[in-house]
C-alpha cells in the first residue's frame, strides 16, 4: 500500500510516500481503507521532534475509512462500516491499523469529510470545555488561535456554555471568522497586547480561564490575564516549548491553576471514546456546532500539506486523500 514515511526529524520534506506492506489487525484492532485523513498540528511536533515518535513511522493521528479487516476479538464494528478514529498514528496511508477503543461508528448522515473535520480537533475542544476546566456560564475565557481547528470547536462549546469568549488571531480573514462563530472579543495578538484586551472586556478582574496552544510566546502573558485563582490549560506548544517555570509563581501572581492536559487521557475507555465522539457527531448533525474544512490535499502531497498549516495559513481542518 501506498504511505507517508518519516525516517529522519526536520522540515516536510521529511514526508515522502513509499510502498509498505498492508499491515494486518492485532486481536483488538480493526483495519480500515481511509476516505478521508486528518491533518493536525501535532503532525508537525512529530515531524520535527519536538514530540518525537520512534523513528521510522506513517504519520497521522485521526481518519475516517471503512473497516476492510478486523481482529479476532473485535465484536463492535463489522467490515463494510464507515468508522472515524483517533489517537493513533498512521492515517496517512491507504490503509491503517487501530485499535478498536479509539474508533467509532460514523452516522449515515454525516458527511465524512466533516467527521473526519470533526475527529480529533473536535473531540480535543469537547475535553478542554468539559473537562480541563469545565467553562461555567458568566465566565470569561481565552481561546488562542481562535480560528485554529482546535479554536473554532473550542469557541462553539465555550459559547455553548454560556461564556464570554476573548479569541486571538493572527489575521484580518481569521479575525472575522472568529467573530462569525461567535467571539465576543477579537484580538490581534500578533500587534496587540492580548492581555490589556482582556482586562479591558472584564473591567480589569481578567479572565476564569486561558486556554493555551501557542505556548512559548504566549505563556506567560497568558499567566497575567488570569484572575485570582483562575485556571490555565496549556494544551500546545505551536511557538515552541515553554520555560520551565518555578511552581511558586502561581501563587505569586494569584493562586493560579496550571494543567497540560493531552486528549489521550481523556479518552481511555472505548465509553469514553465514544461518548466523546458521538457528543461532537450530534452537535454537527444538529446544527449547533460548524466544522471547516480549510483545505484538501492528496496523500502525495502532505509536505504542502504541513507547510500550509505551518505558516498559519489555514481557517480550519487540513485534509489529505488517496485517489
Ligand atoms: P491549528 O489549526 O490551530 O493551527 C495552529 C495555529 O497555531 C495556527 O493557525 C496559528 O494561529 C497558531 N500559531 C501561533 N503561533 C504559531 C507559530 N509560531 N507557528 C505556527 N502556528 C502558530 O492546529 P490544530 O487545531 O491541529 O491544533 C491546535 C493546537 O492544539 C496545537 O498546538 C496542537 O498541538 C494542540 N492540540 C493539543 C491536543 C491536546 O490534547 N493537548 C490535541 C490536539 C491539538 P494564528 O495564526 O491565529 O496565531
Avoid: C
Avoid at 499491515?23 to 476516505?35: F, G, M, S
Wanted: proline share 6%; aromatic share 6%.
Amino acid at each position: 500500500m501506498k504511505a507517508i514515511r518519516v525516517h529522519a526529524h526536520g522540515g516536510p520534506e521529511q514526508l515522502r510516500l513509499e510502498d509498505i506492506p498492508l499491515p494486518e489487525p492485532a486481536p483488538d484492532e480493526i483495519r480500515l481503507r481511509t476516505d478521508v485523513i486528518g491533518v493536525n498540528y501535532v503532525d508537525v511536533y512529530h515531524r520535527t521532534g519536538s514530540m518525537p515518535l520512534p523513528l521510522p513511522y506513517t504519520p497521522g493521528m485521526d481518519a475516517v475509512g471503512t473497516v476492510d479487516a478486523v481482529g479476532a476479538d473485535v465484536t463492535e464494528l463489522a467490515v463494510g462500516q464507515r468508522v472515524a478514529y483517533a489517537e493513533a498514528p498512521g492515517a496517512y496511508a491507504e490503509f491503517v491499523t487501530v485499535p478498536v477503543r479509539l474508533a467509532v461508528a460514523v452516522p449515515p448522515e454525516l458527511d465524512p469529510r466533516l467527521a473526519a473535520a470533526a475527529m480529533l480537533q473536535g473531540m480535543t475542544a469537547h475535553y478542554l470545555a468539559h473537562d480541563a476546566h469545565p467553562v461555567a456560564r458568566g465566565e470569561t475565557v481565552v481561546v488562542h488561535a481562535a480560528a485554529g481547528g482546535v479554536g473554532q470547536f473550542l469557541v462553539q462549546f465555550a459559547k455553548r456554555a454560556g461564556a464570554r469568549v476573548v479569541g486571538t488571531v493572527s489575521s484580518d480573514a481569521k479575525a472575522a471568522l472568529a467573530a462569525e462563530l461567535g467571539v465576543d472579543t477579537v484580538v490581534r495578538y500578533d500587534r496587540d497586547d492580548f492581555t490589556a484586551a482582556v482586562r479591558a472586556a472584564t473591567d480589569g478582574a481578567g479572565a476564569h480561564a486561558v486556554y493555551d496552544s501557542v505556548g512559548r510566546r504566549t505563556f506567560h502573558a497568558s499567566l497575567d490575564a488570569l484572575r485570582p485563582r483562575g485556571s490555565l490549560v496549556l494544551f500546545g506548544q505551536a511557538s515552541g516549548k515553554t520555560e520551565p517555570i518555578d511552581p511558586f509563581l502561581l501563587a505569586q501572581k494569584g493562586s493560579l491553576k496550571l494543567t497540560w492536559p493531552t486528549l489521550t487521557h481523556h479518552v481511555l475507555t472505548r465509553e469514553e471514546f465514544t461518548t466523546r465522539a458521538e457528543a461532537v457527531f450530534a452537535g454537527l448533525l444538529d446544527g449547533t456546532l460548524r466544522a471547516r474544512v480549510d483545505a484538501e490535499f492528496a496523500l502525495a502531497d502532505a509536505a504542502a500539506a504541513h507547510a500550509h498549516l505551518e505558516r498559519r495559513a489555514s481557517l480550519g481542518k487540513v485534509l489529505l486523500h488517496h485517489p
